[in-house]
């Protein structure tokens, strides 16, 4: 299996099944690790990022999780081929930068992968449709503990794991859930729920990682510090408050379908109408519309399409997916028509 | 025939035929008349706008052209109904106010009809498709000198014809052009088309008349004055500088065309997308999309519809049109849903 091949099949965190999925699309968790007495990527030369490089991909390689994992060293990628893998979420934007020692393990179902010299040697990341996060962090800690045996991670028994940058610094680990929140937008109660969650030591962000906006009504909580609190504590937190926002995305969708239905009907039907019809569309508004026909699909009011469809969609049009499947490199406006080509001919 | 069912004819002046019909939407002429020693309506008492009314009636339906005209007293009218004339562009929204003394005579083809006792006594229009200003002109000087005949006209050998509002004073003719600019409006040189139009002492105006903006992109080009120049002049202006500014817009189309299709189409296809799967929709929002339609079906882009259907929806998603097919008065709210459901089903 190649990673192109991937375009084939539906990646994790859009496949809408799992716990809640209807709100939650996806869980995960992210743990960083950092080879002990060795500069941080950052810093590091070449040859001590080529030696990470090498130790991390054969540890890797020979987990159990691992095994079949494909490795590819992201200067043998183009441009295109990288931004395809982060928008899969395999790896982050960062990763796609400044490329000569950096690499990305992805096992082939696309829920684990690990990336080499991001800003720490290792970003183990886990990810799983739905509401998962328990599920996640279990199986990272058994790729943590296998690869610790064969690793030496940069360790203090007072600071507990050393990181690129502090926030990191102690279990290493960053949980997040990715919410579809259309109805708390709609009503214009998120901003409280935002300024809430803030409160209570999360982030909240968009799709798209860091100083990305909640295009499409999905925002992504995380924790903001990892130290002073075990990794049981951060699951523990992040999934209560998700609950939450969950609970209170689903009331008010009730709330809405009982008495507004009309105008959520409207919304709905014009973004179909919109989608079918478009001949040229931009990644954003394609993101608010498959949003709504999301919503639409999730409440029962748009029947000729399942989720399945909807979230191929969401991934197929993001840019690097549209110039895999043509082939070949497209400026913006190339890309804005071959979006609505592709969405007219998936949605016929 | 009964006036309510023009519901079920094509409009005049939404039939689409005619010389340069893809443009020019209709022609019309419009005369002010008063009875000679008679009051004009504004300042006549009670009796002698009866008079007025009865007088003016007898005079019509003894004509050649509207020996077979329906007679209505707007008091005998609902509002709706009163509106629904309005819609029909068969007398003017100023006529459907204050209406104890008024009355209106229509053609069965919705061609000529007589205001009685607008500002002046008589208001006589001839209305046709397309750019027929010259034809209009011809049937109105027609019955303008029959009722002549048989009603005194208030006349100065030095002003012409008197009337109510001095701007109407000397032939009492308005001539006017409903023109369809989309082009014009698309690429932004209506602006200064519409600064040359009024140095050249011309009106231009939108759908309803004085007043309302050009929704749907619809122009109306009408004369200022009616003193110090004769009927043949006035209709020869109109025509003259309507024809260039047809010109204009049909060259423009085909530069569009030819530079600027794909944005083009996709402006006209989500008109039709958003027509075709909106719940609700105001008038305002139908009439832009209709516009686009319209140009569409013009074009040939949009092949699944014709002209006849796009001006059909002009008129029956007016609010009084939408209140006569339901037989029941409805509030915005209720229209806009009604509206849509109309146009969905008109579209399937």
């Known amino acids: 299996m190649d990673y192109k091949d991937f375009i084939n099949q539906d990646t994790e965190w859009l496949k809408g099944t799992g716990p809640s999925a209807n709100i939650v699309m996806s869980s995960r968790v992210r743990l960083a690790r950092n080879l002990d007495k060795v500069p941080f990527s950052n810093w590091a030369d ?56 950096k690499a990305v393990v992805v096992d082939p179902k696309e829920i684990i992968s690990v990336m080499i010299n991001e800003e720490d040697h290792l970003r183990i990341q886990v990810l799983l449709s739905g509401s998962n996060l328990r599920e996640c962090w279990k199986i990272a800690d058994s790729l943590d503990t296998e690869l610790s045996k064969k690793l030496a991670f940069a360790y203090s028994a007072k600071w507990g794991y050393l990181t690129a940058c502090p926030t990191n610094t102690g279990t290493g680990l960053r949980g997040s859930v990715m919410l579809h929140l259309p109805a708390l937008v709609f009503t214009g109660q998120i901003g409280k729920i935002l300024q809430a969650i803030a409160k209570l030591g999360l982030n909240i962000r968009g799709l798209y990682g860091e100083g990305t906006d909640a295009t499409g009504n999905i925002f992504q909580i995380s924790n ?62 394609t993101i608010t519309l498959l949003s709504a026909i999301r919503l639409g699909v999730d409440l029962g009011i748009v029947k000729t399409m399942d989720r399945r469809t909807v979230n191929e969609l969401f991934l197929l049009t993001q840019p690097a997916h549209l110039q895999e499947l043509d082939g070949r490199p497209l400026n913006a406006n190339e890309r804005d028509v071959k979006r609505a080509d592709l969405i007219r001919s998936k949605l016929k």
């Open 46 to 101: 070449k040859g001590r990022l080529e030696d990470v490089l090498v130790a991390v991909k054969d540890a890797a390689l020979s987990t159990g999780g691992l095994k079949n994992a494909l490795f590819v060293r992201l200067k043998d990628l183009s441009e295109v081929d990288r931004l395809f893998l982060v928008e899969r979420h395999l790896m982050s934007p960062e990763h796609a930068e400044n490329v000569d020692y």
């Open 224 to 285: 903001q510090v990892a130290m002073g609190i075990t990794e049981e504590e951060t699951i523990d937190n992040i999934e209560r408050i998700s609950n939450q926002v969950v609970s209170r995305e689903d009331s008010t969708r009730k709330t809405i379908l009982t008495k507004n239905k009309e105008a959520l009907v409207d919304r709905i039907s014009r973004a179909l109408g919109t989608l079918k019809s478009a001949h040229i569309i931009t990644s954003s508004e």
